[in-house]
């Protein structure tokens, strides 16, 4: 039982010892769940042309995306950052894949909203 213990122990300490990592969502170990989805953020104003948001979030247990924070965005002030977070509410990574992100690590995402005004 003592030996077990010891084994279970041992393990979680090699987990801890491997340092977080900061994935990019285009990395070809990063795959989503089918269930996964995400949502398009609200644009602001009226204006033509692209926007993109960088977003940074933590991954939990269960492959969630959580704290997530706004770390760039171009240009400024097209992108509503509380929306642009909150398209990240119901997508999942799927965590299964060893060498694949794991909880902990954390996860880039660069939103793009391309926006046309059709003229009437």
């Known amino acids: ?13 090699q ?15 990063v795959s989503f769940m089918p269930d996964s989805r ?3 953020p609200v644009p602001i104003g009226s204006w033509t042309g692209r926007a993109s948001m960088t977003v940074r979030c933590m991954i ?17 002030r097209q992108i509503n950052a509380r929306t642009a977070i909150r398209a990240f509410r119901n997508a999942r990574l799927d965590l299964s894949n060893p060498a694949g992100p794991r909880a902990g690590d954390t996860i880039t995402t660069e939103l793009i909203l391309n926006r046309a005004w059709i003229r009437r």
Do not use: H, K, N
């Open 1 to 13: 039982m003592f030996t077990v213990l010891a084994a279970a122990l041992s393990l979680v300490a």
């Open 15 to 29: 987990d801890a010892d491997i340092p977080s990592r900061d994935w990019r969502d285009t990395d070809a170990l």
């Open 38 to 40: 995400m949502e398009t």
């Open 60 to 76: 939990m247990e269960t492959g969630q995306y959580d704290a997530c924070r706004v770390i760039g965005e171009t240009p400024p």
